[in-house]
């Protein structure tokens, strides 16, 4: 464990976890409990209880264990501690705390039972229990899908209560008074006669005691920092350069290294030549390591340097060589042999369309491969010693970082330490872990030197899992002046068989990114149907910001929005008179509302469009607006309404929105990653240039809170902005965009 002491990585109890010098705290208790091994082992004075609050005589630390990247996991994880517990954010410190089953995501399983059981009800109920289940056995400790917020809403506030009224039976004991005399506030037991006993003065007791787990929550008009603007407990660190991330670790005695890998990803090692790199001052060794070569020396630059010195030869890789050759591939699948869901079939798709022979319209989409491309490269620091692992690295997969060393060295998992570190972005990538195998690799060459590990940025870029390229076929009819028939067929290669081979994981059955996005939307058309058609592993992809529906809601909204056109309907309009949701209407009323919509057409070259994707269990309208000017067009205004059920962290949640708005437009705009001679083309910012900041607009945030389920909001805001910007830009130009990057077609100003 980084901060707060060392804690066991093993069998902690689903909510029951302590550190040594502390006591811990959480929900210890669900179905069957996990065996805490720690009660055995604990010094005179120390308690081993429950996982998410340790409590020593020198501060209270809460445990976070969902990984933060910037989005404020960590904030709002402590908020729902917090509010519970009576303690202030300026109480506490946080730590994400150890790898371990306890830290399993049940929030993962939502989405994926909403796809195996489509529609709500006790048959989707049911699918989610299974699912929630499986999770729980594989001990799923994983941080993605927009689940930080609804998998800690509950049980998070859950382990707060806990502690708050063991604490309190704690100062009963050792006071004589009665535990319902007693209450808390700001980190304190108050006694009737108005003195106090500080949390942490009541250690030692609480070894005494068992944890007190019937507990009542809070009804929401006693909440003080849930919904209410509560400034970010990492604010003063980020805004004064002092934040720690990964990249900054600093150890004795260590050495730095960084990595030349075959350009032709997944390709193999070929001959080299080291001596021009030896002739560096600074430069130690040069170790084999898999698919390339990592480069020892005496600081990141001097290996850097020592990189560009070495001659390698690099055989063929086994990424198809030139774009053609992968859009074919894609292009290839829309055939029933690769058909791998067709979740959605309403009406007789077939019959109306055949029944308008001569007046259907068709049209294809393209989304193009993209680079993850957080600021921090990644990065990973490793000590191999004789008997035991110590690792510092941000990571969203803990556990699954302690199995891969542990098979890379021999080492057996529960002598395999790691120190979770704050991560300087993500947007997926750190659901990877390729630095810290590689890491390993040359520690292992290097036993008992801490070696620190950073990729150049081009390596990171070019070695990158990207997000999936994928295409969509559209066909559909409109009659009356309406929308009759939507055919919508979608072609990518499996995001998750490509992620989780890499963690030697198989995945049966369909899966359900193929189709996120698109199959699940709210509009009752009267024939309507969407097919997902699995291409080949071309190039090797990962999870990216909103996963499929990141390029799903480009595809359906467009094909939508060809339609609605054809039909001389109003986009929002008609998307509200097809909208068979409540929450989801509420939201396109919201983003009308906001935007004061009156078309999408407002004359002097000023063009509006609309999109609406639900994704991770959030709906999510957005409406843009451009310009056309001499030096192109111009994105001047965005307005953007989410559903999640509760607003947990006000200011974060309008700043993680409106960023992924900013994410959506700005990929949207200018960014793809392509392969020639099966090498990725883009290695850095200058060939992968997101939204500029003189290039922003003005954004407009609601978050509404009609909903019986707490979402999260990291994602839902990417789907709709590409979508939400072609149209305004078919508004403003009458061009229609049917490929990303929009910058292929149009000039940005």
């Known amino acids: 464990m980084s901060r707060a002491g060392k804690i066991a990585r093993r069998s902690f109890l689903v909510g029951a976890v302590a550190a040594a010098g502390g006591v811990a705290f959480g929900v210890w208790r669900y179905r069957t409990p996990y065996a805490n091994p720690l009660l055995a082992g604990l010094n005179d004075g120390e ?78 109920d049911a699918a989610e229990t299974v699912v929630s289940a499986a999770s729980k056995f594989l001990g799923l400790q994983i941080t993605g899908g927009s689940t930080t917020t609804p998998d800690g809403f509950d049980k998070l506030r859950a382990a707060g209560a806990s502690a708050r009224e063991t604490l309190k039976a704690a100062a009963a004991g050792a006071t004589g008074h009665a535990a319902d005399t007693l209450s808390t506030r700001d980190g ?58 990964g990249i900054d670790v600093e150890l004795p005695g260590m050495v730095h290294a960084t990595v030349v890998l075959n350009p032709a990803q ?18 130690q060794s040069v170790v084999e390591i898999t698919g390339g070569l990592g480069v020892v020396a005496d600081t990141t630059w001097t290996a850097f340097k020592g990189a560009r010195a070495l001659a390698v030869s690099w055989p063929d890789g086994p990424v198809p060589p030139n774009m053609d050759d992968h859009w074919q591939a894609l292009s290839d699948s829309f055939d029933e042999d690769a058909l791998d869901s067709r979740k959605r079939d309403d009406g007789d798709v077939d019959a109306a369309i055949a029944a308008r022979a001569g007046n259907v319209i068709e049209a294809e989409y393209r989304a193009p491969y993209l680079a993850h491309a957080p600021l921090e490269p990644v990065n990973a620091t490793v000590r191999v010693d004789e008997d035991s692992v110590e690792i510092w690295t941000g990571t ?72 999936q390229i994928a295409m969509g076929r559209m066909r559909g009819t409109v009659r009356d002046g309406r ?56 190039a090797p992809i990962s999870s990216w910001r909103s996963v499929g529906a990141s390029t799903n809601g480009f595809f359906y909204n467009a094909g939508l929005d060809e339609l609605i056109h054809a039909a001389g309907a109003d986009p929002l309009e008609e998307r ?48 843009v607006e451009v310009e056309t000017t001499q030096s192109g067009l111009r994105i001047r205004r965005a307005w953007v309404a989410a559903e999640v059920g509760t607003v947990v962290d006000p200011l974060n949640f309008e700043n993680q929105v409106a960023g992924g708005v900013i994410f959506g437009l700005g ?45 999260g909001v990291g994602e839902p805001p990417v789907p709709p902005a590409a979508p939400a910007l072609a149209a305004a830009i078919f508004a403003a130009t009458g061009t229609r965009l049917r490929e990303m990057p929009f910058s292929k077609f149009v000039d940005f100003a």
């Open 47 to 124: 308690a081993a209880l429950t996982p998410y609050v340790l409590i020593r005589p020198d501060g209270i630390t809460l445990i976070t264990p969902r990984a933060d990247k910037g989005q404020g996991a960590y904030q709002v994880q402590a908020m729902l501690l917090a509010e519970e517990l009576d303690v202030r954010p300026d109480q506490v410190s946080v730590d994400p705390g150890p790898p371990d089953v306890a830290y399993w995501n049940r929030a993962l399983a939502e989405e994926t039972a909403a796809f195996l059981v489509p529609g709500d009800g006790l048959a989707q």
């Open 188 to 245: 304190a037991v108050l006694l009737p006669d108005g003195s106090t006993l500080a949390y942490t003065d009541l250690a030692a007791q609480l070894a005494e005691i068992e944890p007190v787990t019937d507990v009542a929550l809070r009804q929401p008009s006693e909440w003080r920092l849930i919904g209410h603007a509560t400034p970010r407990l990492d604010m003063v660190a980020k805004s004064t350069g002092t934040q720690g991330y």
């Open 266 to 283: 997944n390709g193999a090692l070929g001959s080299y030549d080291t001596g021009e790199a030896f002739k560096i001052p600074g430069v």
């Open 396 to 467: 969203q997969i803990p556990r699954f970082v302690l199995a891969n060393v542990a098979r890379i060295t021999g080492v057996a998992e529960e002598n395999i330490t790691l120190n979770v570190q704050m991560i300087g972005g993500s947007f997926g990538h750190r659901l990877e872990d390729t630095v810290v195998r590689h890491a390993t690799e040359i520690a292992m060459e290097m036993r008992g030197t801490p070696v620190k590990l950073t990729y150049s940025r081009e390596e990171d870029m070019t070695h990158d899992f990207p997000r």
């Open 483 to 538: 929308v009759e028939a939507f055919e919508l067929g979608i072609a990518m290669p499996s995001v998750i068989l490509s992620q989780m081979a890499r963690q030697g994981q198989s995945v049966p059955g369909p899966d359900s990114q193929i189709v996120a996005g698109a199959f699940e939307q709210p509009f009752a058309l009267p024939h309507q149907r969407v097919t997902g058609y699995r291409a080949p592993l071309l």
């Open 576 to 623: 509200l008179r097809l909208c068979n949701d409540p929450l989801a209407r509420a939201v396109l009323e919201a983003v009308g509302e906001m935007s004061d919509w009156t078309g999408p057409n407002l004359g002097d070259g000023v063009g509006r469009g609309v999109a609406f994707t639900k994704s991770f269990g959030v709906p999510c309208a957005e409406v």
């Open 667 to 711: 990929h949207a705009m200018n960014c793809e990653i392509t392969y020639a001679d099966g090498r990725a083309e883009q290695q850095n910012f200058d060939s992968f240039q997101a939204m500029r900041l003189y290039q922003t607009p003005r954004i407009e945030v609601r978050g509404l809170e009609n909903g019986d389920r707490v979402r």
